[in-house]
């Protein structure tokens, strides 16, 4: 349940809808299972067991993007349709032709696809109405879109923008690491990725490597701006920040996770874990922004 990865958006507040709704707006895009015919499925299932599509927890609020995928290979396809080709040409005398050739990889998807195995991926979205901050825990921002774009499609209204900071990550990274001087309350571990901004894209990566070196230094007044940097927020959360603002990696220390209370059921632990995540989260974005020298409002 605990998030690893971040891609933060920023809400209007207040957000003038309670947790009852939301859910019952959510229900009108609920998840069903693929179809024999479906190549993909895609809708909200509840974040724990099989109740309520928006676990509350504290004003925190838990949905679930769930999506089914059929698993058919192109090769498999090409493969069996190959087979039918060669078939009619052996039988006929004649090779098919490029338009019955299609017809054929058609009927042949038709064929496989409700016996293909499915195969389901859950996408978890934290929202905090009060405070202001949607989180979808997603590696990247194409399949965080994705789930913003269902999500907007089940509501009237979502008043949700991308985190615009005042500096941005690669200037500010950049700052970190030729001054040798992470923000407040955080540090500056030992992983980074600095990337050439000119066509060739020169790169070089640093893994269990100390930073404040002057070779550091030395690439980045070269040219090379850091894409990538390994950190850790008041000793309680690691993580890596790009230059797109992503979250990766991310890790709650042992100081966190020692706030846990043993429980006596799987739910009860689901949702105690949510609590503190959001908990811990809802203190450590507020940071991460101040760090970049704090959030552009738009006009």
Avoid at 22 to 51: I, R, V, Y
Avoid at 76 to 97: A, L, S
Avoid at 168 to 185: Q, V
Wanted: aromatic share 8%; net charge negative.
């Amino acid at each position: 349940m605990w998030f690893k990865n971040l891609q933060i958006y920023r809400l209007a507040t207040p957000w003038n809808m309670s947790a009852e709704a939301l859910e019952a707006q959510l229900a009108s895009h609920a998840f069903h299972p693929c179809g024999n015919m479906d190549m993909e499925s895609m809708g909200w299932l509840p974040p724990f067991g099989k109740d309520g599509l928006v676990r509350q927890v504290a004003g925190q609020w838990l949905i679930n993007l769930c999506l089914e995928q059929k698993l058919l290979p192109a090769s498999v396809i090409n493969q069996v349709t190959q087979e039918r080709v060669d078939e009619i040409e052996e039988k006929e005398g004649y090779r098919p032709g490029r338009k019955q050739v299609r017809e054929i990889k058609e009927r042949v998807t038709d064929e496989l696809l409700p016996r293909a195995f499915s195969r389901r991926r859950s996408t978890l979205i934290w929202i905090d109405p009060q405070n202001g901050w949607l989180v979808v825990d997603a590696a990247n921002g194409a399949k965080a879109d994705s789930a913003l774009e269902l999500l907007r499609k089940c509501l009237t209204d979502l008043p949700a923008r991308i985190i615009k900071p005042k500096v941005s990550p690669a200037a500010a990274m950049r700052e970190w690491l030729t001054t040798d001087e992470a923000p407040a309350g955080f540090s500056v571990d030992q992983d980074c990725e600095l990337r050439s901004d000119l066509e060739e894209k020169a790169t070089v990566r640093y893994a269990h490597h100390a930073l404040d070196t002057d070779e550091v230094k030395k690439h980045i007044n070269d040219g090379k701006s850091p894409t990538r940097l390994a950190m850790t927020w008041a000793d309680r959360v690691s993580f890596v920040l790009t230059e797109r603002l992503e979250v990766k990696r991310l890790d709650f220390l042992d100081v966190v996770r020692e706030q846990m209370d043993a429980t006596e059921s799987a739910e009860e632990q689901f949702t105690a874990d949510f609590a503190l995540m959001a908990l811990e989260l809802s203190r450590f974005l507020p940071d991460l922004v101040d760090a970049l020298g704090g959030e552009e409002v738009p006009a």
